[in-house]
């Protein structure tokens, strides 16, 4: 399968690895990698790299046309914490973005788009545990409007004018390789770097808090295998729920204490508790796994010894 892809957001903490992927798969110099800011060094000199802000629609038309861009990956998108403090900018790049690359897709530059939504879509009244892929879905953070919205508007372009875009509800996603920014499950990629250089760690949300959530490589595979199956196989044209695991801070500790016996972790809850609280602690993605038989690889202790073994290097 040959495809030229351009990535929005590719200097981010998803971004980074996807571009990396997909690198390997389709070749180096079939992915375009583009963000507002340059990436590390490994993706700057790994393949072609352009600065596009993802709300320029113009730019971004210019690069699909310069490149022979055939599929997007729109991952820019300010997260749910930041989202909070400045609510217009959120709505504005998470909206705007886009809208832009669906009229781009509607107006046969681009054949197909990928778009992440996330868990933040839920609310305080969806069911939390096992939370199905259709239920009460009431957000109440402004991160979680644009993303329900987004679904929305996706589904929205399928229905009306063919565009084949295909989207995952990430839970919090945990790396090592680019930390995430101004996210509330931020604390499950900390923890791990506290551990390994402090031998602390001072957690923002409370230790019984229990989020969904997936090691990097399980979202990466995730990705590429829905963007790769069959159009008639993606029957959800909002966004699947997608699961690997779910455990508290506490849990996380345990399974870092097996490598680091000493390691302590304090609670201070802030704003973030709010928002977490809200979420599901644990999510359904049978439709996932039914539609393009999704499988999960890695769970918190197969995730943990990876994760420690890498900072450690
Ligand atoms: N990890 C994201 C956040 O915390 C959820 O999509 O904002």
Not at 11 to 33: D, F, H, K, M, P
Not at 146 to 173: I, T
Not at 222 to 237: G, N, S, Y
Request: glycine share 6%.
């Amino acid at each position: 399968m040959s495809e030229t892809i351009l990535i929005l957001g590719a200097s981010g903490q998803i971004g980074n690895e996807l571009t990396q992927e997909l690198r390997s798969i389709y070749g180096n110099s079939s992915v375009i990698a583009s963000d507002i800011k340059e990436g590390n060094e490994e993706m700057m000199s790994s393949g072609p790299f352009e600065i596009i802000d993802a709300t320029d629609k113009e730019t971004i038309l210019k690069m699909v046309k310069k490149y022979k861009v055939s599929q997007v990956y729109l991952l820019a998108a300010m997260l749910s914490a930041t989202a909070e403090k400045f609510p217009q900018k959120a709505w504005d790049l998470n909206m705007s973005s886009l809208l832009g690359v669906l009229e781009l897709a509607k107006d046969k530059h681009i054949k197909q788009v990928y778009w992440p939504s996330s868990i933040a879509v839920f609310g305080p009244t969806t069911p939390k545990e096992n939370t199905p892929q259709k239920t009460i879905i009431e957000p109440s953070t402004v991160y979680g409007i644009s993303k329900l919205s987004g679904e929305f508007w996706c589904n929205y372009y399928h229905e009306k004018y063919g565009v084949d875009v295909r989207s995952l509800r990430y839970p919090g996603v945990i790396s090592w390789k680019v930390k995430p920014g101004g996210g509330t499950t931020d604390y499950a990629v900390d923890i791990y770097f506290k551990a390994v250089e402090e031998g602390n760690y001072e957690c923002f949300v409370s230790k019984e808090t229990r989020l969904p959530m997936m090691y990097m490589n399980d979202a990466v595979a995730a990705t590429i295998q829905l963007m790769q199956a069959k159009p008639e196989d993606v029957k959800i044209r909002t966004s699947y729920n997608l699961a690997a695991m779910d455990f508290t801070p506490e849990e996380m500790a345990v399974e870092i204490r097996k490598h680091i016996p000493n390691f302590k972790v304090s609670y201070k809850p802030d704003s973030r508790q709010e928002i977490a609280d809200s979420w599901p602690s644990s999510i359904d993605d049978s439709e996932a796994r039914k539609d393009w038989n999704w499988q999960h690889k890695f769970n918190l202790t197969s995730m943990t010894s990876d994760i420690l073994k890498n900072i450690q290097n």
